[in-house]
């Protein structure tokens, strides 16, 4: 099933839409872990999962079998694909490769460049529009895409970021998933913005449930991300208890959620980071809400 018919069978019900993200192991040593964990997320049974490709714009040889698994489950996959720092050919067997695995969802993604590397004058892709345009040469896929409510670091100003999303619905993009933020008005405010730029396909809100404080640095330094004097405050407080700190973000994320949905924001994607009672218990949380 496409995701793009999901959400909006959803959307005319004025139902919500959960799903979760998943990412690949590194190495085959952790496949059965990631197996399991995927499993039991998948047994939750969200709208759909979605399984990254590697990091920092790199590929990863497992991400398509997750998905399968995924599959297997139940549950539609949606399988992400980078290209910044790939190949044509490597880009477009990994399309083949998730065709002939009879899936037909794809969150079409530039990849961040890694560090010390530039584009070779001839390079097949350098942003997420052309690898969109590939994709829909290959066939009839539903393509998602990524969005950034805060600006994709590399622009130079919101408005010149979301024109380039402009240009990837147009390439093709049915529905958008954000980065993750820690202040709904940030998406509330970019929401206006992007149905003012003319982008009208659903956006899918992208909540990140931080369950230690460590995480917090990484991603901060990674997308910029603003945080909320109430985040800090739970950070600084029980940051240093892992216990505390876990159901101190998951109730923080489900809070987050609870307000989306209520403002009308319906699509929910959560990245659980592969542990199934963090995706459990926020599904526990919102429980009544849900049905
Ligand atoms: P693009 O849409 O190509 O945009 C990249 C930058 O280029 C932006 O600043 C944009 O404004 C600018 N731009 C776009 N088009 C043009 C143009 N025509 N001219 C000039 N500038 C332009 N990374 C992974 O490695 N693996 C994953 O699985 C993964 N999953 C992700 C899932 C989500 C929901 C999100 C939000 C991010 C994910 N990322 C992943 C990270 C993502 O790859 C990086 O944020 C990357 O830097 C940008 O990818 P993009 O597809 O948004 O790029």
Known sequence: ????DIIN???????PTLSFEVFPPKTSDSIDTVMNATSEIAKLNP?????????????????????????????TPIVHLTCVSSTEDAVKNQIEKIKSAGMNNILALRGDIPEGWTFPENAPYRYASELIREIKRHGDFCIGGACYPEKHPEAKTLKEDI???????????????????????ILYNYLYKIREAGITVPVVAGIMPVTNAKQTERICKISGNFLPQRFKAIT??????????????????TDQIIDLLANGVNCIHVYCMNRPEVARKIKDNLSSILK
Do not use: R, W
Request: aromatic residues 10%; glycine residues 10%.
């Open 1 to 4: 099933m496409k995701i793009i």
């Open 9 to 15: 069978a959803n959307i005319a019900k004025d139902a």
């Open 47 to 75: 709208a759909f999962m979605s399984v990254t490709y590697g990091a920092g714009g790199g590929t990863s040889d497992y991400t398509v079998s997750v998905a399968e698994n995924i599959k297997n489950c139940g549950i």
């Open 163 to 185: 024109m380039h999303i402009k240009e990837k619905v147009d390439a093709g993009c049915d529905f958008l998933t954000t980065q993750m933020f820690f202040d709904n008005n």
């Open 236 to 253: 600084d407080k029980f940051g240093s208890n892992p216990e505390s700190m876990k159901q101190a973000g998951i109730a923080y994320a």
